[in-house]
């Protein structure tokens, strides 16, 4: 257990330094790069001693050190991630990711759910028929799915149920309204408007989970404990759900946080081709707009994420598996 | 089969074992999912390298009388909205897929992976970490934001530096060929690409590092780079084949992307985001769905074949999971 701890901490502090580097990164190919959301919002007349004024005004005028070293004084000392230029002038950046943070992660969750919920069971039927047609079968169809792009296959679900069948809205989302804080988010997953979104983004996560618990259930099934099991006359299911299935599950905590990547990269499109307000949608736009702070408090975020979700996996693996340890190997 | 029934346990013995690879070769062959997988490959491969030969129009020939066409003798997956020939069009972007895919292999996926994996398991020590620290910051950081923002800010930058070599070597047509556009997506996906595979192979070199033959050749007077060459290299290369093949997928569909938000390849070079894009809008695509439905198969079907074939490798190469 004590390898694990100190594990950790030493995980935890290198986090900040990733973090800065991360930020470095991000900051320099924005402000390296051509055109600043200055330029975005004065547009093509713009009035040079009042453009002069306004990037005065946001400390963009400074020289690009100065102005590094006053935002990572913001974020890290006051916790102030800045606010936005470009996209809703003057807004505390916070205050435009957090409803849009809701709105994904309400697409994510159904997603990551409905991704499990036919991943499982299909690993596990193509495991019991290893050797027969059934098993590669079934997961190649899953793959077929993985291998259509977004891009394709969101336009294609809107011209099936939406625009053909008239069943779903073509975009947007809906849904009765909640107040937090201010702001209103849409419970989009209580309405038509999650059904596409949730197809598009889970349907490409099945394939990587069915395979992952084909492998696990295999490996599971040559175990002693199976044939004993077996060999008491328990019927089929119950040796497949209490012995099988309990054992080759518990490594797909693990995937959890790849999924969810998969999910993200995911979201970037689906939000954007069907104007979802969601974090992906942002991102875009941010992009194009070249709004400095929400970029680089979405890219810091995100990297939190990241860092967060593999310091867990690799936890999670010890409590799995505790012949892992992770002591300090001498890289000598 | 029966040939080797007839054979003699002498002559049997008598022939050389085949190598590992070959029996890996032979494994790969008799799945026939993994055969179709390889042909298609080679069909969409051979399309985007032969394009000038195969396409039967200019990507850009217009005609504007037939525009928005179906499927008929003439053109074969019809025509855009510009009377361009859907075929042509899909053989040419196969020819952009093709050459980011095999840039981005040679550049991300073999010499940044392979190399920094070797030197940091081999050497250890201070450049371990710094490489594997290195590897950790682009790790954190998003990907497609990333590539997104680095294609849209950078491009100017390459653009000009391609003018600056055209005016100072006398070559000409780098600029008009798109090559910047190319070597911006391959580039700013090489960047990402490597961690993973370096990871991976750095995880087997510290393993193989304490293996008897490797300390034996240490023990012989062995240089580093001999070692690195000639005993870690042939060790990892399953690897390599394994994490190359089921990345491909993913660059083809990154470049895809890039272009579809309008950060990668730049008209007129035809590219399959392009295609998708300028047919995905809802008008379009409830009037003209086979403007979509042309990229959106060749794509998936390229992307399916690289998934098939990079199960199949993992199956044949990876003794774990035979």
Known sequence: MQGILTYTLRRLLWAPLILLAVTFIAFSITRYGPGDPISVISGQFRDPEAFERVRAEKGLDKPVVQQYGIYLKNVFLEGDLGESISIYRGVPVWEIIWPRLLVSVQMGLIALIIAFALGIPVGIYAALRQGTWVDPFSISTFLLFQSIPALVAVPFLVLIFALKLDWLPVGGWDGPTVELAGQKIALGILSKSIVIPALALSLPAVAGIARLTRATTLAVLGEDYVRAARAKGLSEFTVVSRHVARNALLPLVTVIGLSLVTLLEGAFFTETILGIPGIGRLAFQAVTSRDYDVILALVLMLGVAFILANILIDIAYTFIDPRIRYERREAT | ?322
């Not at chain 2, 190319?182 to 193989?208: D, E, N």
């Not at chain 2, 290299?233 to 994490?243: A, E, F, K, T």
């Open chain 2, 1 to 322: 089969m029966a040939q080797a029934a007839t054979d003699t346990i002498e002559e049997m013995e008598a022939r050389p074992s085949p190598s590992p690879l070959r029996l890996a070769l032979r494994r790969l062959l008799r799945k026939k999912l993994a055969v179709a997988a390889i042909l298609a490959i080679v069909i969409f491969y051979g399309a985007g390298i032969f394009a000038p030969l195969v396409a039967p129009y200019s990507y850009r020939q217009q005609n504007l009388d037939r525009d928005l066409e179906g499927p008929s003798l003439d053109h074969a997956l019809g025509t855009d909205r510009l009377g361009r020939d859907m075929l042509s069009r899909v053989i040419w972007s196969a020819r952009t897929t093709v050459i980011v895919t095999a840039a981005t292999v040679l550049t991300g996926g073999i010499v940044l992976s392979v190399g920094l994996g070797l030197l940091s398991g081999y050497l250890g020590g201070k450049m371990d970490t710094l490489i594997m620290r290195v590897g950790d910051v682009f790790f954190a950081l998003p990907g497609l934001p990333m590539l997104i923002l680095i294609n849209a800010t950078m491009r100017p930058r390459v653009v000009e530096a391609a003018r600056w070599v055209e005016d100072h070597t006398g070559i000409e047509g780098i600029v008009s060929s798109g090559a910047p556009d190319y070597f911006l997506i391959f580039g700013a996906l090489s960047l990402f690409a490597w961690v993973g595979g370096a990871r991976v192979i750095r995880s087997q070199v510290l393993a193989l590092r304490e293996t008897e033959y490797v300390q034996a050749a240490r023990a012989m007077g062995a240089g580093a780079w001999r070692i690195v060459i000639s005993h870690l290299l042939p060790n990892v290369s399953n690897i390599v084949i394994v994490g190359v093949s089921a990345s491909l997928g993913a660059i083809a569909g990154s470049e895809i992307a890039l272009t579809w938000f309008g950060v990668g390849i730049q008209p007129p070079t035809p590219s399959f985001g392009a295609l998708i894009f300028d047919a995905s809008n809802p008008r379009v695509i409830n009037a003209h769905p086979h403007l979509l439905l042309v990229p959106g198969v060749a794509v998936g079907v390229l992307i399916f074949a690289f998934n098939l074939l990079g199960d199949a490798l993992n199956d044949v190469l990876t003794p774990r999971a035979r």
